[in-house]
């Protein structure tokens, strides 16, 4: 088992940069592909990116590449989501998700297995 739990969102003009992070319960995180989900009003839950349990691979959704930074750190049991150059379709609750295996390029949110309480994201113009 594993719970997760999002903090660094909030509101922030376009173009400004957030840093999210994920801290996750249990000794073995280090085995979990983690990953980075959103989900705005009226929408669907939407991929954002993922990273896996050494941290050595990534993937990300196109219309975040180059701005978004997903990263871990297995000592401190967390992940992180570096957003930059951020836009007013960046806003969304953004939800922290784990899953068993090594494979980061599933997006179906129903390959995760546990998944946090969710922080907002803000992007004012």
């Known amino acids: 088992q594993v719970q997760l739990v999002e903090s660094g969102g909030g509101l922030v003009q376009a173009g400004g940069s957030l840093r999210l992070s994920c801290a996750a319960s249990?000794?073995?995180?280090?085995?979990?592909?983690m990953a980075w989900f959103r989900q705005a009003p009226g929408k669907e839950r939407e991929f954002v990116a993922a990273?896996?349990?050494?941290?050595?691979?990534?993937y990300y959704t196109d219309s975040v590449k180059g701005r978004f930074t997903i990263s871990r750190d297995n000592a401190k049991n967390t992940v992180y989501l570096q957003m930059n150059s951020l836009k007013p379709e960046d806003t969304a609750a953004y939800y922290c998700a784990a899953k068993l295996g090594d494979s980061i390029y599933g997006r179906n949110p129903r390959m995760y297995d546990y998944w946090g309480q969710g922080t907002q994201v803000t992007v004012s113009k």
């Open positions: 249990g000794r073995t995180f280090s085995s979990y592909t």
């Open positions: 990273i896996n349990w050494s941290g050595g691979r990534t």
